[in-house]
């Protein structure tokens, strides 16, 4: 089955920083890549995703790129504020396999 | 719309009691997961149903069984608790890829914590 490693497991930066956390999948087949945000004591939920057919997608101060060849997908968060602290986890589906497949999740910590 | 609920909020057993857990969603969809969370190792599928009465084994469903008699509901059990089994139990929902049109996001509930002493 899909197996997704996720890195790094912790990240603090300064406000108006940069961050990045970067994923790799195993499955060639996946083809559906979504990050979820969650936030402390709340329940995860969906931010941002991809589909295997484009190479990153924007929405506003977050992006996402895939590399199909080398199996990974990063996201991007520009200009970090303070409620970006949270938990962010990437996963990995396969259409057809109605089934997503989590990374460990990054603990984010955006330090004023 | 309440989206997705979970009953209940909280709970303590000791090992070897049973209880279940309940979803559920007013959105219409298909699809519905349970889900744990463990620190440290992100959130494993357990069980997943695809439709009424149809259910599916995930990554780590040993010591659970699930039914899904209702499409809006779906129901964790634990038949006999271990303390292994101390997490924070998460339900989702989503639309199927047939009728998602453009969306496959996976709608969560609350959580539930389950302590198993």
């Known amino acids: 089955g899909e197996n997704v490693e996720q890195h790094p497991s912790t990240l603090s930066v300064q406000e108006g920083d940069s961050a990045v956390i970067k994923c790799t999948y195993s499955?060639?087949?996946?083809?559906?890549f979504p990050w979820y945000k969650q936030e402390l004591g709340k329940r995860p939920q969906l931010i941002i995703d991809?589909?295997?057919?484009?190479g990153e997608k924007k929405d506003q101060r977050i992006a996402v790129t895939l590399n199909k060849t080398a199996k990974h997908f990063s996201l991007h968060i520009t200009e970090t504020q303070p409620e970006d602290s949270a938990v962010y986890f990437c996963a990995a589906s396969n259409f057809g396999n109605e089934k997503l497949t989590f990374g460990t999740g990054t603990r984010l910590t955006i330090i004023p | 719309n309440a989206g997705v609920t979970q009953t209940p909020k909280f709970r303590v057993l000791k090992t070897g009691q049973s209880m279940t857990l309940l979803c559920a969603q007013d959105?219409?969809?298909?699809?519905m997961y349970w889900y744990r969370q463990d620190p440290g190792m992100g959130l494993r599928l357990i069980h997943y149903?695809?439709?009424?009465?149809?259910?599916a084994k995930g990554e780590v469903p040993d010591g659970y069984n699930v039914s899904r008699l209702k499409k809006q509901n779906f129901l964790l059990g634990l038949e006999s608790a271990a303390p292994s089994q101390t997490s924070v139990y998460f339900c989702?929902?989503?639309?199927?890829?047939?009728?998602?049109?453009?969306?496959?996001?996976?709608?969560f509930g609350p959580g539930t914590r389950l302590t198993v002493t």
């Open positions: 149903s695809v439709g009424e009465g149809t259910t």
């Open positions: 959105m219409n969809h298909e699809y």
């Open positions: 991809i589909r295997s057919n484009v």
């Open positions: 499955d060639s087949a996946s083809n559906y």
């Open positions: 989702a929902s989503s639309y199927s890829i047939r009728t998602s049109g453009n969306s496959y996001e996976q709608y």
